[in-house]
């Protein structure tokens, strides 16, 4: 069910279910319900950011090679040598 729903989707749905929880009058066995579909989506929306993060900290360098962020920052930030 999650896989198919946008990032934006989840997170609303997330959204919704915790106020749901966060007012208290929910019966037992439906506040079960969504705290685990709740789980399910906070995982899933995890995931989503980490691959989002991999992905946005890679660069390529001029070679074709990929490179993580980081480290073409600290390469562009050294003082050139005037030798």
């Not at 989840?10 to 066995?29: A, C, N, R």
């Not at 399910?40 to 991999?54: F, I, P």
């Amino acid at each position: 069910m999650t896989e198919k729903m946008s990032f934006e989707t989840q997170l609303k749905s997330l959204q919704t279910i915790v106020e749901q929880l966060e007012q208290g009058d929910v019966p037992l066995e439906e506040a079960l319900k969504q705290f685990k579909t709740g789980v399910e989506l906070s995982q899933e929306l995890q995931k989503t950011l980490d691959n989002a993060e991999k992905t946005l900290t890679k660069l390529m360098d001029d070679d074709g090679n990929e490179t993580l962020f980081e480290q073409s920052k600290k390469i562009e930030s050294k003082p050139e040598d005037d030798e």
